[in-house]
T-cell receptor, first 114, second 109 residues
Framework: SQTIHQWPATLVQPVGSPLSLECTVE??????LYWYRQAAGRGLQLLFY??????ISSEVPQNLSASRPQDRQFILSSKKLLLSDSGFYLC?????????????FGPGTRLTVL | GQNIDQPTEMTATEGAIVQINCTYQ??????LFWYQQHAGEAPTFLSY??LDGLEEKGRFSSFLSRSKGYSYLLLKELQMKDSASYLC??????????WGAGTKLIIKP
């Protein structure tokens, strides 16, 4: 069966500090991978998605970046965090077949920027 | 533009039935998802509709009308554990999910 891992679970960082969140998927190959952010009481905002190693699409301009160094590893980074970067970050994967694009979510990372 | 509309919050009584509506406008359409999200947790998949009609899965059912750009999630025999946010998401022509803001469902005893 497939499993998706995210860490850390919670993170408190000062403004201007760097960020690295990691997501890994087990039990499947060549998944589509996604990074979302969810502000408190709000819906999901798609930040990045990837259909393969080294292939990253950005949905919104921001000070965040993403990388996919391996097939089942997806990393979200920032060189300098802003207060507005606080939120609940979710990694998700979906199978590559197009007939049913259900997304499976990791447990999430709650980031607080102070 | 692409848009998903659903009510912000709903309240229902334990044991009752509640219907959460969702309307969508997307560039192309390849299906409609419903997810459940408990506070502080990740969303979990509930249902997927791509054809018109009602899909029943235990206490939960989901309906789709493609011609009207409309879906609803029906929850029967409500339990306190059903208190959560319910997210509607439509799959567009590029197979990207367009998410609604979610409906917070409050269950009262």
């Amino acid at each position: 069966s497939q499993t998706i891992h995210q860490w850390p679970a919670t993170l408190v960082q000062p403004v201007g500090s760097p960020l690295s969140l990691e997501c890994t998927v087990e039990g499947t190959s060549n998944p589509n991978l996604y990074w979302y952010r969810q502000a408190a009481g709000r819906g999901l905002q798609l930040l990045f998605y990837s259909v393969g190693i080294g292939q990253i699409s950005s949905e919104v301009p921001q000070n965040l970046s993403a990388s996919r160094p391996q097939d089942r590893q997806f990393i979200l980074s920032s060189k300098k965090l802003l207060l507005s970067d606080s939120g609940f970050y979710l990694c998700a994967w979906s199978p590559t077949r197009l007939d049913h694009n259900e997304q499976f979510f990791g447990p999430g990372t709650r980031l607080t920027v102070l | 533009g692409q848009n998903i509309d659903q009510p912000t919050e709903m309240t229902a009584t334990e044991g009752a039935i509640v219907q959460i509506n969702c309307t969508y406008q997307t560039s192309g359409f390849n299906g409609l998802f419903w997810y459940q999200q408990h506070a502080g947790e990740a969303p979990t998949f509930l249902s997927y509709n791509v054809l018109d009609g009602l899909e029943e899965k235990g206490r939960f059912s989901s309906f789709l009308s493609r011609s009207k750009g409309y879906s609803y999630l029906l929850l029967k025999e409500l339990q306190m554990k059903d208190s959560a946010s319910y997210l509607c998401a439509a799959l567009d022509s590029n197979y990207q999910l367009i998410w609604g803001a979610g409906t917070k469902l409050i269950i009262k005893p």
